[in-house]
Nanobody, 117 residues
Framework: QVQLVESGGGLVQAGGSLRLSCAAP????????MGWYRQAQGKQREWVAV???????DYRDSVKGRFTISRDNAGNTMYLQMNSLKPEDTGTYFC???????????WGKGTLVTVSS
């Protein structure tokens, strides 16, 4: 059973920063699209940023220039550096691994980010 484990959430004031971490099996990064999603209370889950197997990245428009997705050199942790946080960034952030060819899709349990105004 694949486990994705998020950490790093918390309470921060608007304008502040947080770094989320996702521990994942190293082998996943070469064959899975890794990503961060978030879900605000009462809203649908939405993608935030993805890290493709080739190392390229994509971001939703609302976080471009503020968030950065990356992985560590050891290759078993993915990060989401979040700067200039806004109250609308509040939500539970989930780590995701998707293998499109097979349809396999794994989720972590999430970490809560709360941005106060």
């Amino acid at each position: 059973q694949v486990q994705l484990v998020e950490s790093g959430g918390g309470l921060v004031q608007a304008g502040g920063s947080l770094r989320l971490s996702c521990a994942a099996p190293r082998s996943m990064f070469s064959i899975y699209i890794m990503g961060w999603y978030r879900q605000a209370q009462g809203k649908q889950r939405e993608w935030v940023a993805v890290l493709h197997t080739a190392g390229t990245t994509d971001y939703r428009d609302s976080v471009k220039g503020r968030f950065t997705i990356s992985r560590d050199n050891a290759g078993n942790t993915m990060y989401l550096q979040m700067n200039s946080l806004k109250p609308e960034d509040t939500g539970t952030y989930f780590c995701n691994a998707e293998h499109r060819a097979s349809g396999l899709n794994y989720w972590g349990k999430g970490t809560l980010v709360t941005v106060s105004s």
